[in-house]
């Protein structure tokens, strides 16, 4: 079984509607999935762990093409275990300038959307979901090493 082809052990697919979830930001701000339906195309990427180097890659690359989604009507929400506070200093640390929401726990990670994890089943994985505005997934992909999926995200988006 190759890296890519986890995703499909994952229950969001392609087509699917997206799942609603409320979490809470790097400011302490609830953050429903729904409000963005109608409004604004997402891409909701699930990462291991604030700092980590792979991690940060992946943040620094959606931070590096924000204006590129913003300019697309696209919003950009990174979904991981770490708390609030952990948010809130990677976010200053590195400048991202889009939504982290903090799943402790990982119930959206683990049931909502199903997530697998890496190759070795040790860490949390790294998926990226492309949702239209329509709150359709359009895409889903995998990546170990962070910092391409702003990409690929950016070219299904346009």
């Known amino acids: 079984m190759g890296l890519f082809s986890k995703t499909k052990e994952g229950k969001v697919k392609v087509g699917d509607t997206l799942p609603d979830f409320k979490l809470q930001d790097q400011h302490g701000n609830w953050v429903e999935a729904s409000q963005f339906i109608g409004k604004k195309a997402l891409v909701v ?3 291991p762990k604030d700092d980590t180097p792979g991690c940060t890659k992946e943040a ?3 931070r590096d093409s924000f204006e590129d989604f913003k300019d697309i009507g696209a919003e950009v929400i990174g979904i991981s275990a770490d708390d609030v506070e952990s948010h809130l200093k990677f976010a200053k640390k590195h400048r991202l300038p889009f ?3 903090s799943d402790k726990g990982n119930h959206v990670r683990d049931e ?3 997530v697998p994890k890496d190759m070795f089943g040790l860490l949390p994985g790294r998926v990226t979901y492309i949702i239209n505005k329509e709150g359709v997934i359009v ?3 995998s990546a170990m090493s962070g910092g391409n999926h ?3 995200a950016l070219e299904v988006l346009k």
């Open 45 to 47: 990427y699930f990462y």
């Open 60 to 62: 620094c690359s959606f």
């Open 99 to 101: 939504i982290l929401l």
């Open 112 to 114: 909502v959307f199903g």
């Open 139 to 141: 895409k889903v992909f």
């Open 150 to 152: 702003h990409t690929e």
